[in-house]
């Protein structure tokens, strides 16, 4: 049983590049969150996507957008890239809103130079 | 605002106990989970308390207190592997939120 799969693993891009982020769910689970996470900080909720619309987005700007297709994997885009956009990018999973448990993938570590 | 203290690092030696605390300044949640993440690696599940008091699974134990504004995760015996940064997280009440807040983090390292 897979669990939950991000790619790329690593990514360097440069200010004002765009860059798109993918996820795949684990097995039988609907609803996926993003989250960032800068060195040595806790993850930062960036939104949550259910029946392929965002639920729940947090203090982020709209240069974060998502996406979640019919098979439930999700893409975060993030436009015009900052450095401050330099993270871990997380990927969680979970079967249904409002679960306690939420199953992470390994992420996606975004260099912006 | 919503926030969740931890300290930001601990060390203890193989074999022993440790806790790692976790306050708290929100107005209600559904519940306190911990997670774990080792240094290049997925944070994963490891406790919830959704009541007050402790929960028990195995080496680890999570406590809550509502009233103190208050929990903690207890690790025992403890073992190199157990080295890894570790997070409080809860979900607030606020109408019609699935949004999750993390703590800041304790980072554990165990020394042989």
């Known amino acids: 049983d897979a669990g939950v799969t991000q790619s790329p693993t690593h990514l360097i891009k440069t200010r004002g590049q765009q860059v798109t982020l993918r996820c795949s769910p684990k097995s039988g689970h609907d609803t996926v969150s993003w989250y960032q996470q800068a060195l040595g900080q806790g993850p930062q909720f960036i939104f949550q996507?259910?029946?392929?619309?965002?639920?729940q987005r947090g203090n982020f700007p709209d240069r974060f957008s998502g996406h979640q297709f019919p098979n439930y994997s999700s893409e975060l885009n993030v436009n015009a890239l900052l450095l401050g956009d330099s993270a871990l990018y997380l990927c969680?999973?979970?079967?249904?809103?409002?679960?306690?448990?939420?199953?992470f993938g390994a992420g996606t570590r975004l260099s912006v130079l | 605002g919503q926030s969740l203290e931890q300290p930001s690092e601990v060390t203890a030696v193989e074999g022993a106990i440790v806790q790692i605390n976790c306050t708290y300044q929100?107005?209600?949640?559904?519940?306190l989970s911990w997670y774990q993440q080792h240094d290049g690696g997925a944070p994963t599940f490891l406790s919830y308390n959704g009541l007050d008091g402790l929960e028990e699974t195995g080496r680890f134990s999570s406590f809550l207190s509502r009233s103190d504004s208050y929990g903690y995760l207890l690790l025992q015996e403890l073992q190199m592997k157990d080295s890894a940064s570790y997070f409080c997280?809860?979900?607030?009440?606020?109408?019609?939120?699935?949004?999750?807040?993390f703590g800041t983090g304790t980072r554990l390292k165990v020394l042989a």
């Open positions: 997280a809860v979900r607030p009440y606020t109408s019609g939120t699935y949004k999750y807040i």
């Open positions: 996507y259910y029946e392929e619309e965002e639920r």
């Open positions: 929100t107005s209600g949640f559904y519940g």
């Open positions: 969680a999973s979970s079967k249904g809103l409002a679960k306690n448990i939420q199953y």
